[in-house]
């Protein structure tokens, strides 16, 4: 059974950091493309960062782009999001997700290319 639990969330104040993790099981991690969404209060749920098997190709939504990282560590079987410079528009439950297979033809900043998703970790920025 795939199973995606996500950690590390909390209440910080802007400019502090934080590091997401995403503890996959059920499947071997390094076959499958993995992202990170978010979904701030009365929003959509939205791309945050994506990663491909290696960790060699890697997109980040223009929002994040510089303050963010992601990361992961197949042989641990977890993804990693590292947050740095949070801004209270970062306040959202961060999402990981697993990457549907044989998906290159759909989006993948969109939800739907996604087939397995974690129930959400909170991530609170205090201004």
């Known amino acids: 059974q795939v199973q995606l639990v996500e950690s590390g969330g909390g209440l910080v104040q802007a400019g502090d950091s934080l590091r997401l993790s995403c503890a996959a099981s059920?499947?071997?991690?390094?076959?499958?493309?993995m992202g990170w969404f978010r979904r701030a209060p009365g929003k959509e749920r939205e791309f945050v960062a994506t990663?491909?098997?290696?960790?060699?190709?890697?997109e980040y939504a223009d929002s994040v782009k510089g303050r963010f990282t992601i990361n992961r560590d197949n042989a641990k079987n977890t993804m990693y999001l590292q947050m740095n410079t949070l801004a209270p528009d970062d306040t959202a439950v961060y999402y990981c997700?697993?990457?549907?297979?044989?998906?290159?033809?759909?989006?993948?900043?969109?939800?739907?290319?996604?087939?397995?998703w974690g129930q959400g970790t909170q991530v609170t920025v205090s201004p």
């Open positions: 990663i491909s098997p290696s960790g060699g190709n890697i």
């Open positions: 997700a697993r990457r549907r297979p044989f998906s290159s033809a759909l989006n993948g900043r969109l939800p739907g290319a996604y087939d397995s």
């Open positions: 059920g499947f071997t991690l390094s076959a499958f493309r």
